[in-house]
């Protein structure tokens, strides 16, 4: 099992460019994540999915847009770059929204816009 | 509402001897609690969870964690750390009601000298 897959791992971007990060998992969990993590701040959650064709907002949405058209799958689009997010972006996955269930991590996408 | 405090961003200790990591919470329904481990360029890994079962969670690699609701406090510990624990961990607090929400601590940063 691979777990939880992001794509790409680094990339670098200049201010107004696009681009989609990729998160595939292989559980078939129903919810899905991305989050932001800032040097001090912890994670912040950018926007999750509670099942395929869904998408809600987190915590900090604003310049960001998700997608998620198969349940394995969830996209992160940048549509305008900009410096402030330059950070490191998680995906994960849980099998429901529950408490008490735990979420499984990919490794990280390391975006930096100059 | 709810909310999570990790007392130390960096705490340092001696191959050997033991570790403490503290995390106290907040939460105005059962909460569960959770400790991740973040390796570098990794992402987090489950280390324990607590779901209102036994107030004493043993978690991977020797961690334990016991829930304290008089002190609202879960903090992380083990007997004897090992240069492989050197990492960042995260305390996150959940809890259930019909706003289920998910927050991480800001993370403490576990140095271990040689």
């Known amino acids: 099992n691979a777990g939880v897959t992001q794509t790409p791992k680094f990339r670098v971007l200049k201010t107004g460019q696009s681009m989609t990060l990729l998160c595939a998992q292989d559980?078939?969990?129903?919810?899905m994540y991305w989050y932001r993590q800032d040097p001090g701040m912890g994670l912040r959650l950018i926007h999750y999915?509670?099942?395929?064709?869904?998408?809600a907002k987190g915590e900090v949405p604003d310049g960001y847009n998700v997608s998620r058209l198969k349940k394995q799958n969830f996209l992160l689009g940048l549509e305008s770059a900009a410096p402030s997010q330059t950070s490191v972006y998680f995906c994960?996955?849980?099998?429901?929204?529950?408490?008490?269930?735990?979420?499984?991590f990919g490794d990280g996408t390391r975006l930096s816009i100059l | 509402a709810q909310s999570v405090t990790q007392l130390d961003s960096h705490v340092s200790v001696s191959e050997g001897t033991p570790v403490l990591l503290r995390c106290n919470y907040s939460?105005?329904?059962?909460?569960?609690l959770f400790w991740y481990v973040q390796h570098p360029n990794k992402g987090l890994q489950l280390l324990l969870k607590?779901?209102?079962?036994?107030?004493l969670v043993k978690g991977i690699n020797g961690f334990e964690a016991e829930f304290k609701k008089s002190e609202t406090s879960f903090h992380l510990t083990k007997p004897s750390a090992h240069m492989s624990d050197a990492a960042e961990y995260f305390c996150?607090?959940?809890?259930?009601?019909?706003?289920?929400?998910?927050?991480f601590g800001k993370g403490t940063r576990l140095h271990i000298l040689p």
């Open positions: 994960a996955s849980s099998w429901t929204g529950s408490s008490n269930q735990p979420q499984h």
């Open positions: 559980m078939n969990h129903e919810y």
């Open positions: 999915s509670v099942g395929e064709g869904t998408t």
């Open positions: 939460s105005s329904y059962s909460p569960s």
């Open positions: 607590y779901t209102s079962a036994a107030t």
């Open positions: 996150v607090v959940s809890q259930t009601n019909r706003d289920d929400k998910i927050i």
